[in-house]
């Protein structure tokens, strides 16, 4: 009897031991998974900024790029909160900053479809329309629909800004926007460069940033193999194709890969993530040497940073690889073709608002917002 109440005694000590230490380590771990998503977020908000980079090749029209950026952002990521947590009872935490930032980022792309259509002032009205029609469209992509994948945004992201951003300027049909210059100079094609090969590198951090632990590293390796197998098939059509290697073409289409690997970078294999970087990266290269010029003369319209041929196309072409590597069902099919609707409409109704407004007097040139001629009177690019 005495034994026993000591074996007893023991073991109650050991459990109040072992409970409070099990429960540390519980959330111990839970904190550092939410540190490593915040820095995932944050890389988020970084690739962002890139893509604004990304967009500055037109000589002389960089700080209006850069402005109508941060306008948008400064519109879409409050506006997508309140939406989420206020009307929508969600959540305020580390997941919901990272959806805004998915929302705020699908906006930035897009306006890169209609940027210099619009006076800058007027893309504080285009990124309040958006985060509507985004929340839409990521309803029917995960709650109207059942079994959509997609956790890289392929379809929630890339097709959705390229086709909403197709629906602004065939409402709009400012039409004099394809007549102005676009001129480009090494300095303005090297911050293309640069924004291309920072983004390469974050890539991972944006298509995993709502992954469970488990499942980054995979998502990481699969990443920069669809964008390692974008880079070289892109360097191949160009010299096959043109003989030469057309700077902006190569360093928009190498993104392709992961553009792509979107929808599928947690259920792909690593042999299937390359070729689908492959098959992104054509459909890519091949959009921009074929597609760019023919669907700007059959619309009288001009998509003025080719956003359709970097992420409309490849966003399909991603959305569509469940269907092919893993017999995903018709879920996926309606989920890339009603995003289509969805943006396009949604993108159309957009248009037609801004419409009402005057078009900007100076298009694609940084004198629309900034009083440039002082300083480029000295300038001698």
Known sequence: MFKRSIL????VCLALVVQPAAAHAAEVN????HLFQYHRGQDVLFMLMLVAFLMLFIRRYEWGVALATLLVLS???PLYLIGHTQLLGQELNIEAIILALFASITLVIAIGVFLGHISTIHYILAGALFVPAYMVNEWFLFEFLEGVFDSGGSILVHMFAAYWGWGVILALRNRRVND?????SVHSVSFVWLASMLL????PSFVTALLPPEEI??????????????TLVTYVLLYVLKRTIDPLIFTYAILAGGVAIGATVDIANPWQAWLIGLVGGIASTLSFIYINDWLCRKTGVLDTMGVQNLHGIP???GGLAPIIIIGAGWSQLGAVVGTFIIALATGLV???ILRLFKPPAVMLDDSESFPTDTMRATDPA
Not at 180 to 184: G, L, R, S, V, W
Not at 200 to 203: D, K, R
């Open 200 to 203: 390469f590198v974050l890539w």
């Open 350 to 352: 957009t248009g037609f």
């Open 180 to 184: 102005q210059p676009m001129k480009t």
């Open 217 to 230: 590293i995979p998502g990481m390796i699969n990443t920069y193999l669809a964008l390692m197998a974008a």
């Open 8 to 11: 007893t005694t023991l073991l």
């Open 75 to 77: 519109v879409s990521w």
């Open 315 to 317: 966003g399909i072409v």
């Open 30 to 33: 839970e904190q550092t998974t």
